[in-house]
């Protein structure tokens, strides 16, 4: 192990802020289903909250800021269809539908409706994890309008958003990756 007091003129790095974690709704009426997923998609990182209806829905959103919403088209109180078109247009937060309903027109129906993707029960959870991370890194991308000409400064540090390039204080290009 290195250690500083052995190298003068070092001094060790404060450790960076961790990163925020992902927080996920999942809105689904089967406890079997709910339960299990949320506690599969915690143990991979993510933050997660559960609704077994759109009022808990609702609330859970009213409440608290969420990345993504994991939504059950057939909920016992409202159709998950339009809470998609809610949720995207209103809040506009991404949406994976999560269903049963696995014809061909229910899933072009769900995506025109608005949802960044569709999953079909029976599905992996692990398959699911992968969406939600690709749905999340198409939302990094799309960096609103306002943002694209913007430069971000911080610590001596300049972000330039449009053009993806971030410059170390000494005024060197540091190198970013694309995922």
């Not at 506690?39 to 800021?65: F, I, W």
């Not at 409706?113 to 939600?132: N, Q, T």
């Not at 911080?154 to 170390?168: H, M, P």
Request: aromatic share 6%; hydrophobic share 45%.
């Amino acid at each position: 192990m290195f250690n500083t007091a052995d190298a003068p003129g070092f001094a060790v790095a404060p450790q960076p802020a961790e990163a925020p974690q992902v927080r996920v709704l999942v809105v689904d009426d089967h406890e079997d289903i709910r339960v299990p997923l949320a506690t599969y998609l915690r143990r991979r990182g993510l933050e997660v909250a559960m609704a077994d209806s759109a009022a808990t829905m609702r609330a859970q959103l009213a409440d608290a800021s969420f990345d993504l919403v994991v939504l059950d088209i057939m909920l016992p109180d409202a159709s998950g269809l339009h809470l998609c078109r809610e949720i995207g247009g209103v809040l506009g937060l991404p949406v994976i539908l999560l269903t049963a309903r696995a014809t061909l027109n229910d899933r072009i129906s769900g995506l025109q409706i608005g949802a960044d993707d569709y999953v079909v029960k029976p599905f992996e959870p692990s398959e699911l994890l992968e969406r939600i991370r690709a749905v999340l890194r198409r939302q990094i991308r799309r960096a609103p309008a306002a943002l694209q000409g913007a430069c971000l400064v911080f610590d001596g540090w300049t972000f330039d958003v449009g053009r993806r390039e971030l410059r170390a204080p000494a005024g060197q290009s540091v190198p970013l990756s694309e995922a």
